[in-house]
């Protein structure tokens, strides 16, 4: 059996933690925006971090369970329904087939992640499920999920005896909260930081910045510019998610996972890889400021989320083998 798209999202695509060793053919790792919340719903349905979700926007889309299934929601919170009805972040929820899944309004982030105990069975293109829309290759036959795309589950469970009678769902009573999150973006120097002056580099420190209209899933540029001039030339070299780039105005972008895999312009900043979930989860208009850290600082703060991750994928194991048989 399947999950059904029966209304589009924005830009709603399946996504995993991406596919690596591939840059030198041009195609980057892309996978999900925001890893840490898509860990989360993997984990507490039973899964492992490296299974597909589903990343959506808002407006997102709505989908039409055609079997019993168990779900969770994870990141940004846009008011999830089942059959009309309030579902929790961050809580697994069963439920019966038939039911309507949909998202009636945008509180707070700006990408959730679905994922499923059945998981969805998407074929691997270079070793990843995630949708590379540029290459039209990977995800659900390489594009945006669109109203009318029937997608397979791998497996069937049995809930019998947790989804009696005609009841539509049922919320699992365990849940979890994401680790707090400092809001100022953590950064390392970049290989072309020196080459700001004195006056750039106190206003790329200092100065809160504004996520423009131009943010999407390859780069969010940053409306305020700093003072800077091109005076050196810099051939194309690598970049990576999270990797801020000077433009010759002034202009900063930072760049998000379908980020291109070389650039020429100043690389004066990477964001740390603990960071950016926080920033996958602001929108357009939303203020943000860098902060230098350590390196031991930025290997410290991805180490607590993968640890905060493994707990609570070993808890969720425990609490789900009673009531799960595969069919």
Known sequence: M??????NGVLDTIQDPGRTGYRHLGINPG????????????????NSSREAVIEIHFP??????????MLAIAGADFSATLNGQPIPLMQPVIAAAGSKLQFGRLNTGARGYIAFREQLGIPLWLGSCSTHIKAQLGGWQG????????????YSFRYNSILPGNQPFTVLPW???PPVVDDTIAVLPGPEYDW????????????VFTISTVADRMGFQLTEPIPFSAERQLLSSGTSFGTVQLLPGGKLIILMADHQVSGGYPRVAQVASGAQPAL????????????????????????KQEQYV?????????????????T
């Open 2 to 7: 399947s999950i059904k798209i029966i209304k």
């Open 31 to 46: 996978g999900v925006m925001d890893p840490l919340s898509a860990a989360i719903a993997n984990a507490l349905v039973g």
């Open 60 to 69: 997102a889309l709505s989908l039409l369970l055609q079997q019993d299934c």
């Open 143 to 154: 594009k945006a999920l669109q109203k009318g795309d029937t997608i397979p589950f791998r």
């Open 175 to 177: 849940r979890t909260a």
């Open 196 to 207: 700001m002056e004195e006056p750039a580099k106190k206003a790329f420190e200092q100065q």
């Open 280 to 303: 996958a989860q602001k929108q357009p208009g939303s203020k943000i400021k860098f902060r230098f850290c350590t390196m031991e600082y930025a290997e410290d703060l991805l180490l």
């Open 310 to 326: 493994a707990v609570l994928q070993t808890a969720c194991r425990y609490k789900l083998e009673p009531v799960i048989n595969r």
